[in-house]
């Protein structure tokens, strides 16, 4: 019952918040600093590893995270041209469920595929989580640090000029630096709206 009301939950935000996103925006107050506003729904701890490789061992039957990603405006520096223009972002991941989540900032790249709509995405950057170092309760993570790396992928497509849509794979662990390294790792939707 629990599941359903947070699937529910999940849905109604998706499908209000290109509304709520046009009338907080309008008339784009933050105009050439916030680039995108996105949401997401996920499956929580689909696996332990950081590369999406083992696909057939994904465990998909917890949906019941929710995302918040502010993606900003790549600034006009030569570093970041030199970086590739990668746009800085903030956000979280939610778990309804109560188990483990975690807020992140980092670097977010786009790759075009040719002339498509479609494109592949990456982030890197650091994560912190409300969940233990060690001695985790059952169902939860034992993370090590508290500060801890975030890296995501996706593929992607632009719906429309103002709408893009998402398949990503998050993931969040220590590489071995803390005594603990449980990784935490997401996949879901995230829906964006560009301004």
Known sequence: MARNSVILAGLIMLVATPAMAQNLLDPHPLAGVVDELRIGLHAHDVHHAALPFSVNQ???????????DLLFTSPDLDVFRWLGSPRPEVGATLNLGGKDSMAHLGLTWQLP???????????????????????????????????????????????????????????????????ANDGLSNFGLRLGWKF
């Open 58 to 68: 994904w465990r998909l039957n917890q949906i019941e995270d929710i995302s918040f």
């Open 113 to 179: 595929i040719f002339e498509t709509p479609v494109y592949l995405e990456g982030t890197f950057g650091a994560a912190i989580h409300d969940g233990a170092l060690t001695g985790a309760a059952p169902g939860r993570k034992n993370f090590g640090c508290q500060v801890n790396f975030y890296e995501r992928f996706g593929v992607g497509m632009h719906v429309s000029d103002n709408v893009t849509a998402t398949l990503t794979y998050e993931h969040t662990s220590n590489n071995g630096w803390c005594q």
